[in-house]
């Protein structure tokens, strides 16, 4: 089962991989449709998290979001099998890092940085553009596939654009093997954490919410500096990315304020377009735990 569903993966990337992006909008215009006309994937969690982070707005502003949430949802989910079959110089024109000499400091000192961004945008492109356009090694961090012949061959085509890619259960053994190497470790870490009581919590659109731990507490461990990657939508499929240093020396941030720092720099490019969001996973599973 595992090596069919693998090869109607392959004909997928390669039958997209074949197309002009024109007719890939086209087909991302049909599959819209379907998700959210007839199957309305998740909906009811998108208005949700919308209706909670934006209580001030109308339903019909909500309506509006949602749908431009999924136009856009759409978009990027093919958008990001395209990239797949992508030349290099397409990825830098279509994902392009504006401000790389931001690193240059840190590079010719040998130190190793953090990369935080969030689900904003096209962060999928961000584990193949990073490797091209940056001179610090670049190290993923991804969930692995249930599918290993699919997870091998997404390691593999991350890879060949200089990103190693491994996985989020080895952050800890990743960071321990690299430290003598000069790295940028790209952590999208605005997801809900499977382990609450590890949460760092922050004001995150008016909302007190649990953010994943690993980013600060590897910051503070490694004295890694920390740079927030911001993505931002130009146009359908082209985003320019720039690298915002938020966090120079870690010792000097009391507890719980790298993450706020990182959260307020999430929460100012959503207010600007929120559209681009992932508003389809549960941000606020979590209530924040009274003190005692």
């Not at 919308?50 to 999924?70: D, G, H, V, W």
């Not at 356009?133 to 699919?150: I, L, R, T």
Request: net charge positive; glycine share 6%.
């Amino acid at each position: 089962m595992n090596r069919l569903s693998y090869m109607l993966f392959l004909f997928f990337v390669f039958f997209l991989g074949a197309m002009p992006f024109w007719l890939i909008y086209a087909l991302s215009g049909m599959f819209y449709a379907l998700v959210y006309w007839v199957f309305g994937y998740r909906k009811k969690v998108v208005v949700a998290n919308l209706r909670k982070a934006f209580p001030e707005k109308s339903s019909s502003e909500i309506k509006k979001i949602t749908r431009q949430f999924y136009h856009y949802f759409t978009d990027m989910l093919l958008e990001g099998i395209k990239g797949f079959t992508m030349s290099r110089a397409n990825i830098i024109r279509r994902h392009t890092l504006l401000n790389p000499e931001i690193l240059d400091e840190y590079y010719q000192s040998g130190q190793s940085v953090i990369g935080v961004t969030a689900h904003y945008g096209n962060f999928e492109w961000g584990t193949m553009s990073g490797g091209l356009q940056v001179k610090h090694k670049a190290v993923g961090f991804y969930k692995p596939m249930s599918n290993p012949y699919v997870d091998a061959f997404i390691r593999r085509s991350r890879g060949k654009h200089g990103t190693l890619l491994t996985s989020i259960f080895q952050t800890h053994r990743t960071f321990i093997n690299y430290q003598n190497d000069c790295c940028i470790y790209l952590m999208i870490a605005d997801q809900n954490p499977s382990n609450k009581d590890k949460a760092i919590w922050a004001d995150f659109l008016g909302i007190q919410t649990a953010f994943l731990h690993g980013p600060e507490n590897y910051s503070l461990r490694f004295n890694y500096p920390v740079i927030y990657i911001d993505i931002k939508r130009i146009r359908r499929g082209f985003y320019e990315i720039e690298l915002v240093p938020i966090v120079s020396d870690p010792s000097k941030m009391a507890p719980g304020e790298i993450t706020q720092v990182f959260a307020h720099n999430i929460e100012k490019r959503i207010m600007q377009h929120p559209q681009y969001w992932l508003w389809s996973h549960r941000r606020w599973k979590y209530n924040k735990p009274t003190e005692s």
